[in-house]
Every structure is written in structure tokens, then in C-alpha cells.
């Protein structure tokens, strides 16, 4: 009786573990399925977008900037170029968004480094968020 318990115990376990595991590959393939998606719709490269967002941060008197990171992403019901741009002399964090379809500045923000590091941490929460909610 007590082997059955168990062995019904490890079958529901390998079961759940599977069911997980399926779901994870899922939702990596239809991350995959969105970004080429946006992609598709992007007419600006970003290579171009980079240029426009250096120029934007020089024009604004910071000086040897570099891109963090950059990421292709909808916002506000549009595809934009998002850019995390450091500059030397600053722990600041200057985010310019530039429009994929027309090349334009969207916006142009300065986060200090406490507030990235919240920004990023929040955005772990809302894809933990999303996760839950397609389940």
C-alpha cells in the first residue's frame, strides 16, 4: 500500500514536471513568434534607430555615450527601438525610444541607477505576471 502511495507520488510529480516544462517551450516559441512580428513591422534597422538615439543624447550635451542595451518591443500601441544609453561621468541611465516605422524620437528619458535597477526588477515581475495570466 505504502509503495503505491509513493509511486502514484513520483508519476504525479514527473507529470507536473513535464506539463511545466511543455508550457515553458510554448511560451519561448511564441516570445520568438512576437519579436519576429515586430521585426516584420520595424522599417527603420537598428543600426539606423542607434545613430538617431546618439545623435539625440550628443544634442543634449552628453558626451561619450554608449548603448547598454537595445530592444524592439510595443509600447503605447507602437513599435519602437528602445535604447538604455550610458555616459561617462554619470551613473545615469538615459532611455530614448526611437519610432521603428518612421525614425522619429518618440521620448527621451534620464533614470538614475537605483531607478534601472527598479525598472528591470519590476519588468521581471510583469513577465512573472503575464506567465501567470496566459496559464
Known sequence: MRNKMIVSGLLACGLLASSMALS??????????????????????????????????????????????????KEKGLVIWSFDISTRGTKDITEVQ???????????????????AKEKQGGKEKEDDEKNEKK
Open 98 to 116: 526611437v519610432d521603428a516605422k518612421t525614425g522619429s524620437v518618440v521620448s527621451v528619458t534620464t533614470e538614475s541607477a537605483r531607478d534601472e
Open 24 to 73: 515553458a517551450v510554448a511560451e519561448e516559441k511564441s516570445e520568438k513568434a512576437d519579436k519576429a512580428n515586430l521585426k516584420e513591422q520595424a522599417t527603420v534597422s537598428k543600426s539606423e534607430a542607434k545613430k538617431l538615439a546618439l545623435a539625440e543624447v550628443k544634442k543634449r550635451g552628453l558626451h561619450h555615450a554608449r548603448i547598454k542595451e537595445a530592444e524592439l518591443e
